[in-house]
């Protein structure tokens, strides 16, 4: 009998936990610029009648946030470009961004394969890890007129739109010529 409900309960929390965990991860994207120099990879939360951004949001102002769910958004570059004002060689890197209410910090990070934005904040791994930043620039925020309830990343030849709930940026990229 006892060991009858060990199984019980032990069928019960791996189902559970089961659906918890499905239920918790976010479908993961990969999109393209329409010719193909630029690569994004990441997880796609949804808005779910939450407040995204802000003192009282999900994402923090003022607080790096990974750019999406789950593991830090990668983005891939397949010549030189310029990331705003800013020379970036052709490869991979980890997107971070710091929200604000009307200007955003973007970052590239050299270091891939991160979960989240956790060793960034960290106070100490976080400053090994600055050191890997390639680029950072700021771009002004909008606001939506009506709110996105998916995060959405459109990377195109000259910018990375990124857009949830009502507010929105883009990012300016430029290929530097004769590279690649």
Known sequence: MKKGLLVIIALLVTATSTLVFAQAKSPHLKVESPGKSVKVVYGQPSK???VIFGANGLEKYGTVWRTGADEATEITFAKDVMFGDKMVKAGTYTLFTIPDEKEWTVILNSKLGQWGAYDYIDPVKGAELKKKDVAQIKVPAKTNATPVEKLTITPTESEVSIAWDVASISI?????G???
Request: a positive charge.
């Open 48 to 50: 779910r009648g939450r």
């Open 172 to 176: 300016p990229i430029k290929p530097v």
């Open 178 to 180: 004769g590279t690649n």
